[in-house]
């Protein structure tokens, strides 16, 4: 199943500038997701992340790896219109430096669940080379307005 922005905003709840996915290549609902980040000069992290020398913050790519793999989790019909958060980060590792024109590319895989919770081992690569990787966890949620 891939997935437009139109179709990814329609799940997840984030907007610009922290909505950090353009588009869901794949995604097996319950089990994996695959996307896409496009990384522009214009991105408003870039204006202090540095000056001068523009890298995507580590934080950052690992929440675009985590909106990844909540479109896994939310794509099933049974949390249809909840929320995922992100639980926690393990073994987080940071190999090569993303850039302006980098085409981030955004894999997680779903290895665990249990109730609510969930867990995931995610990487993010740029022209295949490996960027980042984690393992992810995810509570899932019902969503709440705002009063």
């Not at 869901?24 to 001068?52: L, Y």
């Not at 997680?108 to 393992?135: I, N, P, Q, W, Y």
Request: contains cysteine.
């Amino acid at each position: 199943m891939e997935l437009d922005i139109e179709q990814l905003e329609a799940l997840l709840p984030h907007r610009w500038p922290f909505l950090l996915v353009d588009r869901i290549s794949d995604c097996v609902p319950g089990r994996s997701a695959r996307g896409i980040k496009c990384v522009s000069a214009n991105e408003p992290f870039f204006q202090g992340h540095f000056p001068g020398y523009k890298v995507m913050p580590g934080v950052l790519i690992l929440e675009a790896l985590a909106q990844v793999g909540a479109v896994a989790l939310l794509s099933e019909p049974e949390n249809r219109g909840k929320l995922a958060l992100f639980g926690g980060i393990k073994n987080a590792r940071f190999k090569r430096q993303v850039r302006p024109g980098d085409v981030l590319e955004l894999e997680c895989e779903l290895t665990e669940r249990h109730g609510s919770v969930g867990f995931g081992t995610a990487t993010a690569r740029v022209d295949g080379k490996l960027a980042a990787r984690a393992e992810l966890t995810f509570a899932v949620t019902e969503r709440r307005q705002e009063k």
